[in-house]
């Protein structure tokens, strides 16, 4: 019979501990030892539930992805027209850029691990893919992948910048990359 008793939320939590280091000390700074005492687990519990840094760093990032691909859904849902879809981008790209710095840092940290290690690349494929399935619904398919292209580099810029840019200029970018799409 087993004595001990279980943790239903502690696979959750190693997850989310993943991710609040990886946005504190970036991945090179986390190891199993530094997650388990994160996340308030014995170290076994790092192999009992993944099986190595690999496959929890993967589900980590997709569980990031899902987050931000719903904050694309938040803002990307409800405009009725082109020109409310335009108005909803530049608001999401100003949500992005001034919002959780953890997330601006989680997304660098899965763009560099991605660009050094191509397994990762699958992860940032379908991130993307999901992010334009949502452009797609007021944009076409060659106007939604620029306009995302847009969205990471305007985000980067105002979040980086000593001054950023104001939501004029955001919904100027916007307003020329979408008004020659069809």
Known sequence: MATGHTDPQRRERIIGATLDLIAEEGIAGVSHRKIAARAGVPLGSMTYHFSGMDELLREAFTRFADHIVA????HLAAPADRDQARQ???DLVHALSEG???DLVLTQELYVLAARRPVYRELTHEWMARSRTHLEKHFDPDTARQLD???EGLTLHRALDIEPHDRA?????????TTTGT
């Open 71 to 74: 904050v694309f859904d938040a």
């Open 88 to 90: 909803a981008v530049t």
């Open 100 to 102: 959780s710095r953890r």
């Open 149 to 151: 292209a847009l969205i």
């Open 169 to 177: 200029l955001t919904l100027e970018a916007v307003t020329r990359i």
